[in-house]
């Protein structure tokens, strides 16, 4: 099956504090990309970070970073000194047969002041 | 343009009618992909293009969906006979080539509301 599953429908925590939410997904290739984006109230998704599959380091971009257990099929997003503006709907997505980004239910993440 | 373009940003229209929703991609960008994602939900593939052609249609809903790319650019999304169930935000989005490895860069969406 062709499923991105996001267990957690809705997480807050306080302004500063570390969130990590989780994503679990099916798959029979060796080599895939997996992502992260951001929909934040605009509406526009934003890309936030990008994973290959054979690449063994976790990727980061500055206060976002991943943990990716290829064997548990697990792609977790934990965003470190959260912002306000990191309140959002967080998706986890992956491409099936190159063309379709198959995407998780999402996880509404509210940032508390 | 320097991102993706859709139009019109908010539609309401009444049950029956037809509704056309555009989407002008990423200058370059080949493929094309159309996403619904209703109220609280993830989003529902819907189809990819890649130049003109769609190679992948099987995420339209039923009959009543199409949709169309002139000129490897500019493509519209048409429902016919609009239902309730219809109501949504339609997400466009456009990459260089397939999601292998590109990232989609996605429009800020078109919100149906069917009466």
């Known amino acids: 099956a062709q499923t991105v599953t996001q267990s957690q429908p809705e997480m807050s925590v306080q302004e500063a504090e570390t969130v990590t939410l989780s994503c679990t997904y099916d798959?029979?290739?060796?080599?895939?990309?997996l992502f992260w984006y951001k929909q934040p109230p605009s509406r526009q998704m934003i890309l936030v970070i990008r994973q290959e599959a054979y690449k063994q380091q976790n990727a980061t971009e500055n206060r976002f970073s991943v943990n990716f257990q290829k064997a548990a099929k697990s792609f977790s997003l934990k965003i470190s000194d959260s912002q306000l503006g990191d309140t959002a709907m967080y998706f986890c997505a992956r491409p099936f047969g190159n063309e379709k980004l198959t995407f998780g239910t999402g996880t509404r993440l509210t940032i508390i002041p | 343009g320097a991102g993706v373009s859709q139009s019109p940003s908010n539609k309401v229209t009444e049950k029956g009618k037809d509704v056309e929703l555009r989407c002008d991609p990423i200058?370059?960008?080949?493929?094309l992909y159309w996403y619904r994602q209703s109220l609280g939900q993830g989003l529902e593939f819907l189809i990819y293009f890649q130049g003109n052609s769609a190679p992948d249609k099987s995420g339209l809903p039923s009959d009543r969906f199409s949709a169309e790319r002139t000129g490897g650019s500019v493509s519209t999304l048409t429902i016919q006979r609009t239902q309730q169930e219809d109501s949504a935000v339609y997400l466009c989005?456009?990459?260089?080539?397939?999601?292998?490895?590109?990232?989609?860069?996605f429009g800020a969406g078109s919100r149906l509301t069917v009466l």
């Open positions: 200058s370059g960008h080949t493929a």
């Open positions: 798959t029979s290739e060796s080599n895939y990309y």
């Open positions: 989005a456009s990459s260089r080539r397939g999601t292998g490895a590109n990232v989609l860069t």
